[in-house]
């Protein structure tokens, strides 16, 4: 399975999500994007283990199947796409899940989240895991 990772499932995989877990242990390509490092990265400084997260997601970087996608124009128009039906749909979500299921789009990956509102855009594929473990 070839899978984008979004922050809320890197972050209940950390807290020891065991569905993550086996979805990651199975997937033979893992996506990261800059706004998901982005979010993460955020979250980490304002945290009191800002250090220790950084050097973990340094070591999940360094996997071979782990892999930072580029976004230029056809992530753009994917986004675009997305953003106009979910307007005329009345189905807002959020701004950043919007680049991130543009590049799943764009790099055929399914989104790996715990973020309900991704079943709220009709042309991506998804994996859902619930907030526990």
Known sequence: MRLLLDTSAYSVFKRGHSGVAEALHGATFIGLTAVVL???LSGFSLGRREARNRQELLEFLASPRVN???MGLETGERFALIYRLLRESGTPVPTNDLWIAA???EHGLRVLTADAHYKQIPVIVT???DGGR
Do not use: D, I, W
Request: hydrophobic share 50%.
């Open 103 to 105: 590049s799943a789009m």
């Open 68 to 70: 930072t996608l580029p």
């Open 127 to 129: 994996e859902f895991v």
């Open 38 to 40: 982005g979010e993460l």
